[in-house]
């Protein structure tokens, strides 16, 4: 969950690295650092609690000359935010110097070890036990540091992606993986390293993606890619297909109301070029190569974390209604300890925004070896999730920078709609005609998300409205209830405001003791089959002096005539409804940050890709 750059080459290495710092900062920014190597002379770290421009303050005056350098975010685990915790760490001899993304499992057990031997520790971190360890293999075998490196990962339990420099080879970058992301560009006498591609985007797109257990010794001229058994492989180098005007904010003000406001465009390109309402097709060539499977499945059960998870509570409704299959949907993070139940020919749809959630990899991993099928539903192309499915669909959403998902979700509600249209008609659960009006209204759902836009500034002034509650209660039921969940979710990340998504009819089993005169109530209450069951819902918490907040189909006077305060939106089937319903509880969350004065893109603890448990 920490963000790595390293890089080697003729430029001076600082700038570069602490662009790609700041390009990677969503991903953690508890603290910062860099070391710099330069032909000659000890490698000199520099790091701070804080954000990347804390570092950048905190060097001013220092010395930054030099080629190599290797970066770091930190996102904390081991040991509180601090200068002394903050990466890079340097060994015990002080000419090794690490940085690591991930969790090393067994690191007291090493601790231990080295503490018996006389070493004494400078940080909290597992990190540095590693690094020490690592120094210890390298002292006592009188071999390379990349040798010391192999045996030093075969004795460790975890998540890793570790870069290191040496005193004794200037311009070498020494990086491994297992778990973690590992990205590296490949220039002209140059050569870029990162968690994922945004930090060498406007000097490369010909990118290698490190696979597990593979180590890389990068130099200026120089790639050379192993396995830890010290085999040579041949890098597999990679076409970009990346703007960087895609990472960039383009004149708004936060990433995350730019990516709000790009889902139009995003719904749009996840749907471009799988569907056709004129012939009533739909083009999934992941889903294509286990059709037999598919038509055969009796079950699916579909893993993922925060938000991806929500989309697949969305997800249930829509493919048991239209394929009218079992659906299961499960924490990742639960589905890995929970010695599940897997048969051959179950289908695993792992949703995954990064493609390298830890606890969605390793329950796929697992449910793989059962003889489960795997699909993957992922917006980073050559992501781990990627890679070991057996097929799947990529999202196209593009990079999702601010850390509070917003355009993924959609993006992976559109793909999951297609798949479960897909599947139904191909289980004759529904008909051509039925296919053909769920892709005409498919169709229209760009425009109408860009529709629920334009209503931006007067649900910024209703926002100002509540940014002093302490409290939110979401409510909706059947394809709307994932997405008040969803709604709950976003408030809580964005604006640190506690809030409760529940199916509304399960407010009179507890949550209506909270409701009085101060708390506001989000029913997303659409024109639905359950849209009086939602009313009657609402008159209940009016009639107990709540404050009614209402998303509603557009003309509802009745909804309305409840709420003290409602947005609307277009009318649409309520299978997919879901793709807008969404967007003005997006809205709503960013608003409400803002007018607290919050960093609304890098909220407080959290990280963009949670790689370790």
């Known amino acids: 969950m920490c963000g790595i750059v390293g890089y080697t080459g003729s430029r001076m290495a600082y700038p570069v690295v602490v662009k790609g710092l700041k390009r990677l900062e969503y991903r953690g920014y508890d603290s910062a650092g860099v070391a710099i190597q330069g032909e000659s002379g000890p490698i000199r770290v520099y790091k701070k609690q804080g954000k ?3 570092l950048e303050e905190s060097v001013l005056g220092q010395d930054l000359q030099g080629g190599t350098a290797i970066g770091h975010t930190r996102w904390a685990t081991h040991g509180a935010p601090s200068d002394r915790n903050a990466h890079p760490h340097r060994s015990a001899s002080g000419k090794l110097a690490m940085i690591h993304n991930g969790i090393i499992e ?28 690592i120094e210890e293999i390298q002292r006592n075998n009188h071999c390379s540091l990349e040798e010391a490196l192999c045996v030093a990962l075969k004795r460790v339990s975890g998540a890793y992606v570790v870069l290191l420099l040496n005193d004794e080879e200037p311009g070498t970058i020494i990086a491994a993986r297992k778990g973690s992301p590992l990205v590296i560009g490949v220039g002209q006498h140059e050569h870029f390293l990162g968690s994922d591609a945004s930090p060498m985007l406007e000097y490369t797109k010909q990118v290698v993606y490190v696979n597990d257990y593979e180590l890389a010794i990068v130099r ?11 085999e040579i492989l041949t890098p597999y180098v990679q076409q970009l297909d990346l703007e960087l005007a895609a990472i960039e904010k383009g004149g708004f003000d936060h990433f995350m109301l730019k990516e709000i406001f790009e889902q139009p465009q995003t719904i749009y390109d996840s749907l471009r070029g799988r569907m056709d309402v004129v012939t009533v097709s739909i083009t999934l060539s992941g889903m294509e190569s286990c059709k037999a499977e598919l038509i055969a499945a009796n ?11 929500h989309a697949g509570l969305v997800a249930e409704y829509i493919f048991e209604e239209l394929a009218r299959i079992n659906v299961e949907v499960e924490y990742a993070s639960e589905f890995r300890y929970r010695n599940p139940v897997i048969h051959p020919g179950d289908v695993i749809i792992a949703i995954s925004q990064s493609g390298e959630t830890a606890d969605t990899l390793v329950a796929i991993e697992r449910a793989k070896q059962q003889g489960a099928i795997i699909l993957g539903v992922v917006n980073v192309v050559g992501s781990s999730i990627a890679r070991i499915s057996h097929a799947g669909c990529y999202t196209h959403a593009g990079p999702e920078i601010g850390v509070a998902s917003t355009k993924a979700f959609t993006a992976q509600l559109a793909v999951l709609s297609l798949m479960a249209i897909q599947l139904g008609y191909w289980r004759e659960t529904i008909s051509t ?13 760009p425009e109408k998300a860009q529709s629920i836009l334009s209503q931006s500034e007067s649900i910024r002034n209703l926002a100002s409205r509540y940014e002093s509650a302490r409290d939110f209660l979401y409510l909706g039921r059947g394809y709307n209830f994932p997405v008040a969940l969803e709604g709950a979710l976003k408030l809580k990340e964005i604006s640190y405001i506690h809030a409760e998504g529940y199916p509304a009819a399960e407010m009179k089993h507890g949550p209506i003791a909270l409701v009085d005169d101060q708390l506001p109530v989000v029913f997303v209450a659409t024109r639905d089959a359950y849209q009086e069951k939602v009313v009657s819902n609402m008159q209940e918490i009016k009639a107990r002096k709540g404050r009614v907040v209402s998303v509603i189909t557009e003309g509802d006077e009745w909804a309305r005539s409840l709420s003290e305060a409602s947005i609307e939106i277009p009318a649409c089937d309520e299978v997919i409804a879901p793709l807008l319903s969404v967007i003005p509880l997006q809205l709503l969350a960013y608003y409400i940050g803002v007018a607290k004065g919050l960093d609304v893109d890098k909220p407080r603890n959290l990280a963009k890709s949670v790689t370790v448990e």
């Open 52 to 54: 990347v421009a804390d």
């Open 106 to 133: 067994n690191y007291h057990q090493l601790k231990q070890e080295l503490v018996s031997k006389g070493y004494a520790f400078h940080s909290d971190t597992d990190t540095e036990v590693l690094l020490y360890f």
């Open 220 to 230: 200026p001229d120089e790639l050379i890619l192993k396995n830890l058994g010290n």
């Open 299 to 309: 079950r699916i059960v579909i893993v993922a974390c925060g938000t991806s998870w």
């Open 433 to 445: 005609e039925r296919k053909k009006q769920l892709l005409e209204e498919l169709y229209l759902i």
